[in-house]
């Protein structure tokens, strides 16, 4: 399966990661643009000789790309990443 195949098929699974993240301060169009930009680092970074599907490896990649730009991007007022991640935990 060649790159573009793997980016196409997985669209709906990286789609339905990006809507959990709707109503934190980013448009949904922006957080799709996203989600793309993390589906295509997976894509390129995948190694199936390892033994782990595309999806399993694509997922936390999407959602990490997300939540980076949210962390960086998604506020007025920078806060520190310590306490980002502190607010994230008291979150539950």
Not at 11 to 22: E, G, H, M, N, T
Not at 32 to 56: M, N
Not at 62 to 86: A, F, K, M, N, Q
């Amino acid at each position: 399966m060649d790159t573009d195949e793997l980016i196409r098929t997985h669209l709906p699974l990286v789609d339905s990661i990006a809507r959990r993240y709707v109503g934190r301060g980013e448009p949904y169009e922006d957080l799709r643009q996203i989600r793309a930009l993390g589906l295509v680092l997976a894509a390129k970074r995948w190694d199936p000789a390892r033994g782990v599907t595309f999806g399993a490896y694509a997922a936390p990649v999407v959602t990490g790309e997300i939540r980076r730009h949210l962390r960086d991007h998604g506020r007025l007022v920078r806060l520190p990443r310590r306490i980002w991640e502190s607010t994230g935990r008291c979150r539950g």
